[in-house]
């Protein structure tokens, strides 16, 4: 069942007009968690305020299960659309305790319900034990699901986060990311999370919307924005990728690139001839010996997982281009090793809305 449901929204901000959203059209499902992912200014936090009614939209329409709550001349105040808001800052009161500050949005229900809610919900979160304490007397960790606990409290129809997780130390941020969202998921409740961390929403999310200058670029799962992108920006926004540009030869669904022919990529049904480029990870190369790149390592950087390189392999043309790839941790590189590579196709695919594009700068249609 559709949550919330977007559909060719458009914010514009003034002087200017500053088009800060333009045709944005969003579905998201009950009980699922979905990201905003993007950089600054792409649009995504206005997006989160159109939906928490903070805002309203110069164009589009914005439905909370069916109903128009802004848009085409309906207006729901942000009190009366069901939606709980969890803030980069968390927003709690200093001078309350964590049981008030919880307690704080349901000041609608009687005073006997409002403290079992609370006390529901801090148990959920793994805080009732904290129910009489002050913000300051908790660490960074648990003042942000005390800030959940806040959100989820009045039992809202969807939880909107914008950037929940920026202010904590990287130590803290993955675990208490994970918390928050298995938290969530547990109590099947709907959540669109705003992020410019890639590693974010590619850990958490069902799904994920790239936006980029106030449009949605592509929407999918993590596993088919990472492996699938559809655009050059999503290949180079999320993730470390290699960009390729070729053409389509023959039927047997090679690409030929700088590199020479690959065949094992997935051709999309496009024709023979037709400029395009592919994008390839850097996990999408291994070391083979029959491998048909052949190159020279000119940096290291271990990661942990695997050691990043960069390789300078030899084009067809006669130049050279520097590859990135992801080498085992099983042995020792140095500056000036040989590599043969070989390409893995699990991890590349061709950027499908770059054929047009390519196609109008080939030399065939000047």
């Not at 128009?68 to 800052?89: I, Y």
């Not at 999408?284 to 695997?306: M, P, Q, R």
Request: glycine fraction near 10%; charged fraction near 20%.
């Amino acid at each position: 069942m559709s949550v919330i449901d977007l559909e060719n929204v458009g914010k514009k901000y003034w002087p200017g007009p500053i088009h800060a959203l333009s045709g944005v059209s969003l579905d998201v499902q009950e009980g699922e968690v979905v990201t905003l992912l993007g950089p600054s200014g792409c649009g995504k936090t206005t997006t989160l305020r159109l939906i928490a009614g903070f805002e309203s939209p110069d164009e589009g329409t914005i439905r909370i299960r069916s109903l128009a709550v802004s848009g085409n001349g309906s207006w729901t105040p942000p009190e009366n659309r069901g939606v709980g808001m969890l803030f980069q800052d968390y927003a709690l009161f200093p001078h309350l305790r964590v049981g008030e500050n919880v307690m704080f949005g349901l000041h609608h229900r009687p005073k006997s319900e409002r403290a079992a809610q609370a006390k529901k919900v801090l148990d959920l979160l793994d805080l009732s034990h904290h129910f009489d304490r002050y913000p300051h007397e908790l660490s960074g960790g648990q003042q942000q699901r005390v800030a959940l606990a806040r959100a989820i409290a009045p039992e809202p129809v969807v939880v909107l986060m914008d950037e929940p997780f920026s202010n904590l130390d990287a130590h803290l941020r993955d675990n208490v990311r994970d918390e928050v969202v298995a938290s969530l998921r547990s109590a099947g409740i709907t959540c669109i999370l705003v992020s410019h961390d890639q590693r974010d929403a590619l850990a958490v999310s069902d799904r994920i919307a790239v936006m980029n200058q106030g449009r949605i670029e592509q929407i999918g799962t993590p596993m088919d924005i990472y492996k699938q992108p559809e655009s050059i920006f999503v290949a180079t926004f999320v993730g470390r990728t290699n960009l390729l540009q070729g053409l389509i030869q023959g039927e047997n669904g090679c690409v030929l690139t700088d590199f020479g022919s690959f065949c094992q990529v997935d051709r999309a049904s496009l024709p023979d001839g037709v400029p395009v480029m592919v994008a390839v990870r850097p996990e999408g190369f291994e070391l083979s010996e029959d491998g048909a790149l052949k190159g020279a390592i000119t940096s290291t950087t271990y990661t942990g997982n695997n050691i990043e390189a960069e390789v300078e392999v030899p084009t067809e043309a006669g130049g050279q281009r520097a590859l990135t790839v992801h080498l085992p941790t099983n042995q020792a590189y140095t500056c000036g090793d040989r590599v043969s590579l070989a390409l893995v196709s699990d991890y590349a695919s061709i950027v499908r809305n770059s054929c047009q594009t390519l196609s109008l700068n080939s030399p065939d249609s000047e």
